[in-house]
């Protein structure tokens, strides 16, 4: 449900991948969105939220909240039951889901001030470069490309 909600609410998307990884996991146990500390978080997108519901996503009712809930982000995080990142295709969403763990990794580890806004904006210019680089990158990372089938 979730998946068809989504493509439904989102014509630019064309592939999502839909992980439990520990970080995603840990950091969707809250409501709050995952701040921006390090730039292979900016692959996850400008912003990442939680969506509030614990429930399973498991009708189209709540997958339609679900897919509000992502709105025009790249990335969310279903809170207590891990998240999901959408691309053009299978590949980059893949790519996108591994740089959520990595941002939610880091949200949770870091003790450094975080990074000026502003010079996140600056540097967003550079994303779409930065994710093909990434997902040519976390492609080549498996032999088979049936494993990319998210």
Request: charged residues 20%; proline residues 5%.
């Amino acid at each position: 449900f979730l998946h068809l909600a989504v493509y439904a609410a989102r014509p630019d998307v064309g592939g999502i991948c839909r992980g439990h990884g520990p970080w995603l996991v840990a950091w969707g146990a809250g409501t709050s969105a995952v701040p921006l500390r390090h730039g292979l978080g900016l692959l996850a997108g400008a912003h990442v939220g939680v969506h509030d519901d614990p429930l399973l996503v498991s009708d189209p009712r709540r997958a339609a909240a679900a897919a509000a809930s992502l709105g025009a982000d790249r990335c969310l995080l279903l809170r207590g039951n891990g998240g999901f990142a959408t691309g053009t295709g299978p590949a980059e969403a893949s790519a996108s889901l591994h740089a959520l763990e990595e941002r939610c990794r880091v949200a949770l580890q870091a003790t450094g001030d975080p990074v000026e806004p502003t010079l996140w904006r600056l540097r967003e210019a550079d994303t779409g470069v930065e994710l093909a680089r990434h997902t040519t990158w976390f492609s080549a990372q498996f032999d088979d490309r049936e494993e990319l089938s998210c």
